[in-house]
């Protein structure tokens, strides 16, 4: 009868204290990574996911200023810019690819201008999530 009580508390104490984002079915363990939350973005993860990209695109297209020399509509280039929105809830600048270096340094500094966010998580600890963003001139 102990054996069972035991056993009974130690199961419902692993449940209990299990971490958000972790499934255990069999041998496989999977850890589901929870995006960064823009900062006002509420209610469930799909509803943070959409209000993220809506923002996302807002900062990119509020915040774009066209090098001195350029004009809209005057440049066919694509500037896509690696990044990662890190562990503290900032951007963090991987790699630039395509365009002039002057139209590189505005979608960096554009990029670099998201403000702090709620970090992504995986298997309940800040992570650091990679995104990809063009910019088409």
């Known amino acids: 009868m102990r054996s069972i009580i035991f056993v009974t508390a130690f199961l419902l104490a692993g449940i209990t204290f299990a971490q958000e984002g972790i499934t255990v079915s069999g041998n496989a363990i999977s850890i589901k990574e929870i995006p960064p939350v ?3 973005c509420e209610g469930s993860l799909a509803e943070k996911k959409a209000c993220f990209k809506k923002q996302l695109v807002q900062h990119v297209v509020s915040n774009f200023k066209f090098p001195e020399g350029y004009k809209r509509g005057s440049v066919k280039e694509k500037v896509v810019v690696d990044f ?16 002039t270096k002057i139209l590189q340094e ?23 999530i990679k995104y990809s963003m063009p910019f088409t001139f």
Do not use: C, D, H, S
């Open 106 to 128: 505005e979608a960096k500094r554009n990029i670099l201008a998201i403000p702090k966010m709620t970090p992504g998580q995986a298997g309940g600890k800040p992570r650091a």
């Open 38 to 40: 823009w900062p006002g």
């Open 84 to 99: 990662v929105i890190n562990e503290k809830g900032k951007p963090q600048i991987l790699g630039i690819k395509g365009g």
